[in-house]
């Protein structure tokens, strides 16, 4: 049992062997991906490896980034896939980026307030990217997501911020950032916060986990922060990923039958 609660298989870095990464997942055991949109044309694209591989569930939606491309018609087209594509479980990935001067945070705060009231309105999880705005994320969230529910991925924020959010409703995503040695605090948040809010992402192809660290990331390496959160909590691996994958399961609604 493993979850890679936040994997871009539809990234053009799988391209030439998206297949046998895909295998390579499975062979590490991988029962269920997550694969996020940025914007339409990755949602879309997210959309169809859901259909392709039932391991695989998308979330669609426009990443601060792109924040720029948001139009109606797109809002219009994420709403229309989370009423009808089954495997649609989120709306993401969303939220605010304030590493770069561009887009302006009044662009991403208006893309992201737009999905947080859909997520609200259609009773579906947000799947979040805070990255350096981790205050203005918790405002928009107290003031438009009443309700709502989801998860932080690549969690960056303080260990009270995270218990915050597991009062509101959301789960902390780990990935191999908190694998390197040097993040003492990620180490110290994953032990402190409930297992059961707990989830394990790669964010493939980026951030990669040692021992395979400054090469492209892939879901399978999720195994390595598995086996971490098993080493600092002193835990049984197995235990992990299976609660993991229960969390992701429990989240994202997705029924213990399938696959
Ligand atoms: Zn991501």
Redesign the pocket.
């Known amino acids: 049992m493993l979850f890679d609660t936040?994997c871009?298989i539809n990234d053009e870095a799988y391209a030439e062997d998206r297949e046998a990464m895909m295998e390579r997942a499975f062979a590490a055991g991988m029962t269920y991906m997550l694969c996020?949109g940025t914007d339409i044309q990755t949602s879309a694209e997210a959309v169809a490896l859901s259909h392709q591989y039932l391991q695989v569930y998308a979330a669609v939606g426009i990443h601060p980034e792109d924040a720029a491309s948001a139009t109606p018609e797109g809002f219009a087209q994420i709403r229309q896939w989370l009423q009808t594509e089954k495997k649609v479980v989120a709306i993401g990935?969303v939220g605010l980026d304030y590493h770069w001067p561009e887009p302006s945070h009044d662009i991403q705060h208006d893309v992201f307030i737009e999905q947080v009231k859909m997520a609200a309105e259609l009773d579906v999880p947000l799947d979040i990217?805070d990255r350096e705005a981790h205050g203005d994320t918790m405002d928009i969230l107290r003031k438009y997501g009443k309700g709502t529910r989801g998860v932080f991925?690549c969690y960056s924020g303080s260990l009270e911020m995270a218990q915050e959010l597991i009062k509101m409703g959301y789960y902390i995503g780990f990935t191999g950032t908190m694998v390197f040695p040097k993040s003492k605090k990620l180490k110290h948040i994953v032990c402190e916060l409930p297992l059961d809010r707990i989830l394990i992402e790669t964010?493939s192809p980026y951030l990669t986990p040692p021992p395979y660290r400054g090469r492209r990331n892939e879901p399978a390496y999720v195994q390595y922060v598995a086996e971490e959160i098993a080493r600092l909590r002193d835990m049984d691996v197995h235990e992990v990923r299976r609660i993991t994958e229960e969390n992701g399961r429990r989240i994202f609604g997705i029924p213990s039958d399938i696959p």
């Open positions: 936040h871009h996020p990935e990217h991925h964010d």
